[in-house]
């Protein structure tokens, strides 16, 4: 038996096709026993076609998704701080209305005199908050204890008016509740901090306020009612109630409360995002926050992007950090791999310090915030913000 076990054949069992007698039969080594075998040698290696090319299951997450448009942003000049010009007389305050409706008018605001100091109104902000944490000292002025009041009272009708009782996921009635209630206070509640030449203001500013917390009708909420709170913040500074040195102020502790209401409500009513990119979106809701918490972080010992990933360094930093608490945020309402619900915000983490994620995230504001029509055809233009 064992001796039948070794025996092996030594030519091929179907006999090669007849060629010609004066051909010599070809032998090569039989790789079991070394002896002589008529089956046809391998083919030489250089004869054997090359290993297909690698492609990866997944593909791997990119900072944006691959088009010359994302080139343009990372070439882009980095927006530049400017001044905000206050009023004089004679005051033409008028109701705001909507003017964007094509690219050519986005194109059209974003290189007016307006858009620029919008913008430059933007990037002021996140200077003024540079290197500071949310519990440093601060300039409080009248104007900057009035506008937390007003959002503290928003915060204490949530807790007033309970979610109503539904089936659907998102878009709970109860908000529209809250934000009648908004509208029906907006005015006066403009009137506690507008000094009495300007309460004739009310006209133009309301209307930025009443859009800074979401949609009634289609209960969401977005990158666009963020853009609003900045525009009323922007029609503020253009009045001269808030001053430069109100900026700091402004960012630690307006901001900051205002974000502690949006979340609110997001969570409370269940907004649904408007206009989310998904997975290639910064936020589902928020993109300011990630502007001025990177600038906070610009030249810190210790924390770089990375640290995101360091769940310690969240638990004890978010409080003081908004773009930690943004992150911390993302990460409690989203589950799952954070590299695969959150790319973008991931591969920004790779960046080697916070000065490059600032200045990036500013020009993506810039393209992908105030450059997009589906965004901004609901901004509004009046005579502080001019349609020029």
């Keep these: 038996m064992e001796s039948e076990s070794r025996q092996h054949d030594h030519s091929p069992k179907t006999p090669p096709a007849s060629t010609s007698t004066t051909a010599s039969t070809t032998t090569s080594c039989c790789a079991k026993c070394g002896g002589p075998t008529t089956f046809a040698p391998p083919p030489p290696y250089s004869d054997i076609s090359p290993p297909p090319t690698y492609r990866p299951i997944r593909a791997p997450a990119v900072n944006l998704p691959p088009n010359n448009h994302s080139q343009a942003i990372i070439l882009a000049p980095v927006p530049q701080s400017q001044k905000v010009p206050t009023i004089s007389l004679p005051y033409k305050f008028q109701i705001p209305c909507k003017r964007i409706q094509t690219p050519d008018d986005i194109n059209h605001f974003i290189e007016s005199d307006s858009g620029k100091n919008f913008l430059g109104f933007v990037v002021a902000l996140s200077e003024s908050i540079r290197g500071h944490k949310i519990s440093d ?36 009635v109860s908000y ?72 700091q102020a402004v960012v630690s502790r307006v901001f900051v409360k205002y974000l502690e209401l949006m979340r609110k409500l997001q969570l409370v009513y269940s907004l649904e995002p408007a206009g989310s990119h998904g997975v290639w979106g910064l936020d589902d809701y928020h993109f300011l926050p990630f502007i001025f918490g990177s600038s906070q972080l610009i030249d810190h010992k210790y924390m770089k992007p990375k640290s995101i990933h360091n769940q310690d360094i969240l638990e004890n930093f978010s409080n003081e950090y908004m773009y930690l608490s943004c992150i911390a945020f993302v990460k409690k309402v989203k589950k799952g791999l954070f590299a695969e619900h959150s790319p973008l915000l991931d591969d920004i983490s790779g960046v080697p310090n916070w000065n490059k994620v600032n200045s990036g995230l500013l020009k993506m504001y810039k393209a992908e915030v105030l450059g997009k029509v589906p965004i901004m055809q609901h901004f509004l233009f009046g005579w502080l913000i001019r349609w020029e």
């Design 137 to 172: 000292q601060y300039h409080e002025s009248q104007t900057i204890r009035t506008l937390l009041s007003i959002i503290d009272e928003l915060i204490q009708w949530i807790d007033m008016i309970p979610p109503a009782e539904q089936s659907s996921r998102y878009g709970n």
């Design 176 to 247: 529209r509740t809250w934000h009648s209630q908004l509208t029906e206070n907006s005015d006066t509640i403009m009137l506690r901090f507008l000094p009495d030449e300007l309460q004739a203001a009310t006209v133009e500013i309301v209307p930025y306020f009443n859009d800074s917390f979401g949609n009634s009708s289609r209960i969401d909420y977005g990158t666009g009612h963020e853009t609003n709170f900045a525009a009323w913040l922007y029609c503020l500074a253009r009045l001269g109630v808030i001053k430069e040195e109100d900026y």
